[in-house]
């Protein structure tokens, strides 16, 4: 898959740059059956609900979807494709929840907000955000939610 050609307008945040409250909506994705079996290929999870269009008929979904995983790798990948973003930071981990399954042909984006900010007690040129994100299809449907903590780096003094 080629790298997307994204051309930003606004240039990537410092911790210090960031206000709680501030939100952004992401680009949007589209989950084909080429990008489940991809990323079934990529994991080693090939768990026939993902990835046999005959199994998954005969399920609790009716048809084939999308890794739950997946959900949350393709949430993490739209939130760097936005215009709020910040420098290169470490993740401190995600808490996710899944919702609603996440069908072929969905078109998914994200939406997220700044919630609580403090700066680092370990590396004092560094700040924390959490960063409480909504997976949403093209129904309106929130399919996968939950918050990245993300360690940033603060402005040089």
């Known amino acids: 898959m080629p790298k997307p050609n994204i051309q930003f307008t ?4 410092y911790w210090d740059d960031a206000k709680e409250g501030d939100e952004c909506t992401s680009p949007t994705y589209t989950v084909t059956a080429a990008r489940i079996d991809a990323y079934a290929e990529l994991t080693g999870d090939f768990t026939p609900v993902h990835v046999d269009e005959e199994y998954a008929r005969k399920s609790h979904f009716g048809q084939r979807v999308a890794h739950g995983l997946m959900g949350l790798s393709v949430a993490d990948g739209l939130k760097t494709q936005s215009e709020y973003r910040f420098l ?18 969905d078109v998914l984006h994200i939406t997220f ?11 004092p040129d560094w700040g924390i955000v959490v960063i409480p994100t909504e997976l949403i299809n093209q129904k309106g449907q929130v399919v996968q939610k939950g918050e990245h903590r993300l360690m940033v780096p603060r402005r040089p003094a």
């Open 10 to 13: 606004t240039p990537e945040k």
């Open 88 to 105: 290169p930071g470490m993740s401190l981990g995600w808490t996710w929840d899944f919702v609603r399954p996440i069908a072929i042909n």
């Open 113 to 123: 907000r700044i919630g609580a900010m403090r700066p680092s007690k370990s590396k």
